[in-house]
Nanobody
Framework: QVQLVESGGGLVQAGGSLRLSCAASGLTFSSYALGWFRQAPGKEREFVATISRSGTSTLYADSVKGRFTISRDNAKNTVYLQMNSLKPEDRAVYYC????????????????????WGQGTQVTVSS
């Protein structure tokens, strides 16, 4: 049974930082591209960042480029999202997702492309 468990969310002041983690189990972690998405109240789930199987390719939403960094540790079956210079508009529930891929460098970004999802972790940024 595949499980993705996010952690690291919380309340932070604008300009602050948080590091989200997503621990995976029940899958061959290195065979999956990983992504982070977020959903704010009343809005659709949106793409944040994705990282390829190899870890050498990444893709970011324009809204977070230069502030957020996605990374993965295949030895720990964990994907991270380092979030710096947080803004009130970054407030949302953040989800990690996994997609099985044969291509080592592909970076999917549509929610429909991902098969497995975590339960989400809340990030709140105060102004």
């Amino acid at each position: 049974q595949v499980q993705l468990v996010e952690s690291g969310g919380g309340l932070v002041q604008a300009g602050g930082s948080l590091r989200l983690s997503c621990a995976a189990s029940g899958l061959t972690f290195s065979s999956y591209a990983l992504g982070w998405f977020r959903q704010a109240p009343g809005k659709e789930r949106e793409f944040v960042a994705t990282i390829s199987r190899s870890g050498t390719s990444t893709l970011y939403a324009d809204s977070v480029k230069g502030r957020f960094t996605i990374s993965r540790d295949n030895a720990k079956n964990t994907v991270y999202l380092q979030m710096n210079s947080l803004k009130p508009e970054d407030r949302a529930v953040y989800y990690c997702a996994a997609r099985l891929l044969g291509n080592y460098n592909q970076v999917p970004q549509r929610p429909s492309e991902f098969s497995y999802w975590g339960q989400g972790t809340q990030v709140t940024v105060s102004s």
